[in-house]
């Protein structure tokens, strides 16, 4: 997606590029410097229109799988990185319905075992 967007707005890419490389920001790995210019960038498109994106539902989505509070997803909602809880909640959900039947599928086709350990425990029959 990154590269989407140096190709389709350089000029945009390119200011933020400058403003990132300042003095005011070390930035030392070009990842880290393209990931926080690309953000600055979503930032920016969610500042001028605030329909959702599929940048900011990636992030709220990997954010929540990864046990973020409901806080801190409402706080980068309203900072316009990632979107609401409700429309991760509902994301996550259109996952899991499509997927339902293949998972599904995976575990009838899968063989399990279980085993019960009891060594420090008698059992007997």
């Known amino acids: 997606m990154?590269?989407?967007?140096?190709?389709?707005?350089?000029?945009v890419w390119q200011i933020l590029?400058?403003?990132?490389?300042?003095?005011s920001l070390a930035?030392?790995?070009k990842k880290n410097k393209d990931m926080i210019i690309?953000?600055?960038f979503m930032v920016l498109l969610y500042a001028?229109?605030?329909q959702i994106n599929s940048?900011?539902?990636?992030?709220?989505?990997?954010m929540k799988a990864c046990h973020?509070?409901?806080?801190?997803?409402?706080?980068?909602?309203?900072?316009?990185?990632?979107?609401?809880?409700?429309?991760?909640?509902?994301?996550?959900?259109?996952?899991?319905n499509l997927n339902k039947k293949e998972i599904r599928n995976l575990v009838k086709r899968t063989a399990f075992k279980?085993?019960?350990d009891n060594i420090n425990k008698k059992v007997s029959f």
């Open 55 to 62: 940048y900011q539902t990636q992030i709220g989505v990997f």
């Open 27 to 29: 930035i030392e790995s």
């Open 68 to 96: 973020i509070s409901n806080s801190g997803i409402d706080m980068l909602q309203g900072t316009g990185i990632c979107c609401n809880k409700k429309h991760v909640h509902n994301t996550m959900q259109k996952v899991v």
């Open 114 to 116: 279980s085993d019960i």
């Open 48 to 50: 001028k229109n605030q």
């Open 17 to 23: 590029s400058s403003i990132a490389i300042g003095p």
């Open 2 to 11: 990154q590269e989407l967007v140096r190709k389709e707005a350089p000029l």
């Open 38 to 40: 690309f953000s600055a």
